[in-house]
């Protein structure tokens, strides 16, 4: 079993910064990839970024492109979602996720999800 817990969701004005956290326990990952996703209230779950656990590759969608970073540290088993010039737009519950199988960073397959965390952007 693997356990994901994020943290660093919060409240912050339009153009501002924040960093999400997203430690993972238990079975972690050696191989595979974590991402973050997002669900505005209303909305659809829709996907923000991803990275591979074992190369630099990384991807976005287009809407966070050039303001968000999506980054790794192995050793703590933790993955970081890097938000500037955030927008209002970007208000959502913030979910990781984390899978085992090497597939392209595009594909949607996730294994294991972690509880969410709100941001809020306001204007």
């Known amino acids: 079993q693997v356990q994901l817990v994020e943290s660093g969701g919060g409240l912050v004005q339009a153009g501002g910064s924040l960093r999400l956290s997203c430690a993972a326990s238990?079975?972690?990952?050696?191989?595979?990839?974590m991402g973050w996703f997002r669900q505005a209230p209303g909305k659809e779950r829709e996907f923000v970024a991803a990275?591979?656990?074992?190369?630099?590759?990384?991807y976005y969608a287009d809407s966070v492109k050039g303001r968000f970073t999506i980054s790794r540290d192995n050793a703590k088993n933790t993955v970081y979602l890097q938000m500037n010039s955030l927008k209002p737009e970007d208000t959502a519950v913030y979910y990781c996720a984390g899978r085992r199988l090497r597939l392209p960073l595009s594909a949607p397959e996730y294994d294991y999800w972690g509880q969410g965390t709100q941001v809020t952007v306001s204007s």
């Open positions: 238990g079975r972690t990952f050696s191989s595979g990839a």
């Open positions: 990275i591979s656990w074992i190369t630099e590759f990384t």
